[in-house]
């Protein structure tokens, strides 16, 4: 005779229900119903039974309804994460940075070529290389080698030189 062991799983024992049986609201509508039916006349259920069950029920409902809008307001949240990252690093493109490289310590330059998102971190494709955002100390300016990091209209050929737009 086999005998078989008791899980946390098991309906007789109060464990949860197996992977996706869960008691929705017309199970619980013809599960009340049914008590109702087959209740003994001679001392029937009170009134305030069936309240504190529909309570129950209601209650349980709404805090699977929160739970579901927490996923995804988390997985949004996550998202929008991936995507400032992405933004911010991609605005790096072009540009010249120092960074540690991350086998032999030194510090390195090079001219930002590509980024993507790896496992959730922004990457760099410095020069070949590929450098995590992190690892990124200094951003040098823009990589056209004039050296004029802090004139923001050098190269500029849209105005006339005297100031104005072109006209």
């Not at 005998?3 to 949860?16: C, E, K, M, T, V």
């Not at 310590?105 to 971190?121: C, K, N, P, Q």
């Not at 004139?151 to 072109?166: F, K, L, M, Y």
Request: aromatic share 4%; no cysteine; net charge negative.
């Amino acid at each position: 005779m086999t005998i078989q062991g008791i899980s946390a799983n098991d309906p007789l024992y109060g464990g949860s229900a197996a992977g996706g049986q869960t008691l929705g609201k017309d199970a619980f509508m013809k599960l009340l119903v049914n008590q109702l039916r087959y209740q003994d006349p001679m001392s029937p259920a009170k009134n305030e039974e069936f309240v504190a069950q529909l309570a129950q029920f209601s209650s349980l409902e709404q805090m699977e309804t929160l739970n579901e809008n927490i996923v995804g307001l988390a997985m949004l949240q996550q998202s929008n994460e991936l995507m400032n990252q992405l933004t911010n690093s991609s605005a790096l493109i072009g540009m010249s940075v120092r960074y540690v490289d991350h086998v032999t310590g030194e510090a390195r330059e090079g001219t930002v070529d590509s980024v993507r998102i790896e496992d959730g971190l922004a990457v760099l494709n410095v020069g070949g290389e590929d450098v995590p955002l992190a690892l990124v100390s200094e951003v040098l300016g823009e990589a056209d080698g004039s050296g004029d990091e802090g004139d923001s209209d050098a190269g500029d050929d849209n105005d006339g030189g005297d100031g104005s737009a072109g006209e």
